[in-house]
């Protein structure tokens, strides 16, 4: 143990600290947004308040551990702790878990109305399934453990090289639960999380919309079994019956809201629901957006459309007829449809002059502002071939590091 002066009134201090209570220290001050002197200082304040010392703490494997007291606290819990007859290391651990006793976890905040996340463009290629699972990944992930997260500083920055590591900052996952509803005739987002789309002769979403269910919308959903994500994570599958949904929701009386009346029985069960929408702008893309409408008591911008595109002038022109479509359903059916934002998806600023231009013209439009870059790197693609979550697959990727970063622009 050795102590330092520093300019600020604090001096450092250095002992040991097992490696699991360090690691609990360092998620709960994350979860608390505390920091970590003061959360020690605190907990060495109460130790030295009691009338005694606690529960032996297991301090074996103990290695260095580091912080910053104020001047003189140092000295006085040393004292306290040989008037206890107890060891610095035991003495400090103690502290520290009484600080961890004394200061829970906080309950995960969730909504009063299930949020429902509509990801949309009808060009296809522009990664709507790709940022629709890494969304709910990131949604979904541990709350008990620290995950890289872009700082929300470096979404124009991080145009200007690809290469470049991100500046992050670890914070807890946000353990929401999660449901990913693959409405694309295609089942990519199925695919890719390793599911089996849904059998053509069985029950199936499209049959729910239609008014033809065969059973229970609640017995196709499947868990996305995966250690990070802690049963949260859930897929309704696809079925390739979706091709002929227009068809049949053109005989549905109010088939704006067929979306709405088939995920009705299951939206209790989370806290956000996205929508992998197909590229179409037919009837289902109705069904999808008046499904985001804002409901009486949401605040806005809780529920709405989440707009893909790519850094390239296509994705410009689909844009204007996505938003059209949204525009004229709002103002024919007299609802709010927010917007949540543009995500631009595989930015690549090696393309040259095309990415970036197109790049700055998304963030010029402002409403809606463009909430997540993300760039066209492998292991997105490798998840894809392995069918595994992104961000179990590759947790400290850049990618995976801004998909965190979107969803908490959007939470």
């Known amino acids: 143990m050795t102590t330092h002066a520093t300019p600020s009134d604090r001096e450092k201090v250095v002992s040991k600290l097992p490696g699991w209570l360090r690691q609990n220290l360092k998620i709960r001050a994350a979860q608390l947004g505390v920091e970590i002197q003061a959360a020690v200082e605190r907990g060495i304040t109460d130790w030295c308040d009691l009338a005694s010392a606690t529960a032996p703490v297991d301090t074996s494997g103990a290695d260095s551990f580091s912080t910053f007291l104020p001047e003189g606290q140092w000295d006085d819990f040393r004292q306290v702790a040989s008037d206890r007859r107890l060891s610095l290391i035991q003495s400090l651990a103690q502290s520290v878990q009484l600080w961890l006793d004394n200061n829970p976890a906080p309950e995960i905040a969730r909504p009063s109305v299930t949020r429902r996340i509509v990801v949309c463009n009808q060009k296809g290629g522009v990664g709507k399934t790709a940022i629709t699972a890494g969304t709910g990944e990131a949604l979904a992930e541990d709350p008990g453990k620290l995950h890289p997260v872009r700082i929300a500083k470096q979404l124009a920055a991080a145009s200007d090289a690809q290469d470049t590591p991100l500046d992050t900052e670890n914070l807890p996952g946000l353990g929401l639960r999660v449901l990913l509803v693959d409405f694309d005739p295609q089942c990519h987002l199925t695919n890719q999380l390793g599911a089996a789309p849904l059998p053509m002769n069985g029950d199936s979403l499209t049959n729910h919309m239609a008014g033809d269910p065969k059973g229970d919308l609640r017995d196709l959903i499947v868990s996305i079994d995966d250690e990070a994500f802690g049963g949260r994570l859930h897929l309704l599958p696809a079925c390739n019956d979706a091709f002929l949904l227009d068809v049949r929701l053109s005989a549905v009386r109010a088939r704006e809201a067929a979306l709405e009346r088939a995920l009705a029985s299951v939206e209790g069960y989370y806290d956000v629901i996205l929508v992998d929408c197909p590229p179409s702008l037919g009837l289902s893309m109705d069904a999808a957006a008046y499904y985001g409408r804002r409901r009486e008591g949401e605040k806005p911008g809780q529920s709405g459309a989440l707009i893909v595109v790519q850094a390239e002038d296509s994705s410009a022109d689909a844009y204007e007829l996505l938003t059209r479509q949204i525009d004229d359903l709002r103002s024919d059916l007299q609802v709010d449809i927010d917007y949540l934002g543009i995500v631009v998806n595989l930015y690549d600023s090696r393309r040259g002059y095309i ?44 990618q995976a590091v801004g998909m965190r970063a979107l969803a908490r622009e959007i939470s």
């Open 355 to 398: 990415a970036t231009s197109s790049l700055q013209g998304w963030v010029d439009i402002k409403d809606p502002r463009v909430v997540g870059l993300i760039g066209d790197l492998k292991e997105q693609k490798e998840a894809v071939r392995v069918k595994q979550p992104l961000l179990s697959y590759a947790p400290r990727s850049q």
